[in-house]
């Protein structure tokens, strides 16, 4: 099967409304819309050769932080904020970071048949916190 520009910008929408959307579940919406049969490698394939979509970790990101209410009180700090007089040049800008040292890869490859394993320590490790500052 050869997919088309149409199924390219079919694809490219599903997977914009839901990252998630496993190959089985793109494949079955294939059939559905458009009546064609592919299979999981060849749809692999065409997502990221021609939708250029590749397999990451999903971030997860939590459901108010684009809550209309939510984004209402950013605009009113935000508007608060600018009626101060503040001198941004005389502002230190401060970003904090953290990860852990043990921290392992949540994906890995094995031999077809042979399940993927990892050795993972038994406590969870020291966790390092990053500070950084511009003026």
């Not at 997502?47 to 932080?65: A, D, F, N, P, W």
């Not at 043990?102 to 390092?128: L, M, Q």
Request: charged share 30%; proline share 2%.
């Amino acid at each position: 099967v050869v997919l088309t520009d149409e199924h390219t910008a079919f694809l490219e929408n599903l997977y914009d409304k839901d990252t998630s959307t496993t190959l089985k579940e793109a494949k079955q919406e294939l059939k559905k819309h458009f009546d064609i049969d592919i299979t999981q490698s060849g749809l692999q394939k065409h997502l990221v050769k021609k939708c250029g979509l590749t397999m990451k970790k999903l971030e997860k990101i939590s459901e108010k932080r684009n809550d209309p209410a939510t984004i209402k009180a950013r605009m009113v700090w935000a508007l608060a904020l600018s009626h101060q007089n503040i001198d941004y040049m005389k502002c230190i800008f401060i970003d904090e970071a953290g990860f852990n040292l043990h921290i392992k890869r949540t994906f890995g490859r094995s031999k077809r048949g042979k399940p993927a394993k990892a050795v993972v320590p038994k406590n969870r490790g020291v966790t390092i916190s990053i500070l950084g500052a511009i003026a």
